[in-house]
């Protein structure tokens, strides 16, 4: 978690770019928030690491919609690639446990492959879906710093076990 708006995002691209730039193969998502010249809701594209490719996983509604905004089917596209990538990846990072995920779907079935994989998971969460990720995890998660850092310190370490991070 992370204190303000889009921080968890711009936190995980960091740490997810700096892995990739060490050698390492991360497999998940970095969410990249792209802001609008109408002064709309900013569109929202993940990278799907290590490399790509970028799907826009915000839909436009319009500027008086107050809806959901997410593409589910491009989160589904997401999930599918990331879960594609697992068995060859040193750890997972995934962008966010969104209302998706709190609902059972999206990255659930891949966070719990990656732990059956024995690998590091870290996981942005909101105070929005806090519960539902407590719950989900069982209490196996550990609440981290969001400091760049000691993150990807956290990564190198656990590679090889079991422990999911938020």
Same mark, same amino acid.
């Given at each position: 978690?992370? /204190?303000?708006?889009?921080? !968890?995002? $711009?936190?995980?691209?960091?740490?997810?770019?700096?892995?990739?730039?060490?050698?390492?193969?991360?497999?998940?998502?970095?969410?990249?928030?792209?802001?609008?010249? %109408?002064?709309?809701?900013?569109?929202?594209?993940? *990278?799907?690491? /290590?490399?790509?490719?970028?799907?826009?996983?915000?839909?436009?509604?319009?500027?008086?919609?107050?809806?959901?905004? $997410? %593409? /589910?089917?491009? $989160?589904?596209? #997401?999930?599918?690639? *990331?879960?594609?990538?697992?068995?060859?990846?040193?750890?997972?990072?995934?962008?966010?446990?969104?209302?998706?995920? #709190?609902?059972?779907?999206?990255?659930?079935?891949? !966070? #719990?492959?990656? $732990?059956?994989? %024995?690998?590091?998971?870290?996981?942005?969460?909101?105070?929005?879906?806090?519960? #539902?990720?407590?719950?989900?995890?069982?209490?196996?998660?550990?609440?981290?710093? /969001?400091?760049?850092?000691?993150?990807?310190?956290?990564?190198?370490?656990?590679?090889?076990?079991?422990?999911?991070?938020?």
């Amino acid at each position: 978690m992370a /204190p303000g708006r889009g921080d !968890i995002d $711009l936190l995980l691209q960091r740490v997810s770019r700096s892995l990739v730039l060490n050698g390492f193969r991360p497999a998940g998502t970095a969410q990249v928030n792209i802001e609008r010249a %109408d002064a709309g809701p900013c569109d929202m594209d993940v *990278v799907v690491l /290590p490399d790509g490719p970028t799907l826009r996983i915000s839909q436009s509604l319009g500027a008086a919609s107050k809806g959901c905004r $997410l %593409d /589910p089917q491009a $989160l589904e596209t #997401a999930v599918g690639l *990331v879960q594609a990538r697992l068995p060859a990846s040193d750890c997972l990072i995934v962008n966010k446990f969104g209302k998706h995920e #709190a609902e059972g779907r999206g990255f659930r079935p891949v !966070i #719990a492959e990656a $732990l059956a994989l %024995d690998l590091p998971v870290l996981v942005g969460v909101n105070q929005l879906n806090l519960g #539902a990720f407590e719950a989900f995890t069982g209490g196996m998660a550990r609440r981290l710093v /969001p400091d760049p850092e000691l993150l990807e310190t956290w990564l190198l370490h656990h590679v090889g076990t079991s422990v999911p991070a938020a």
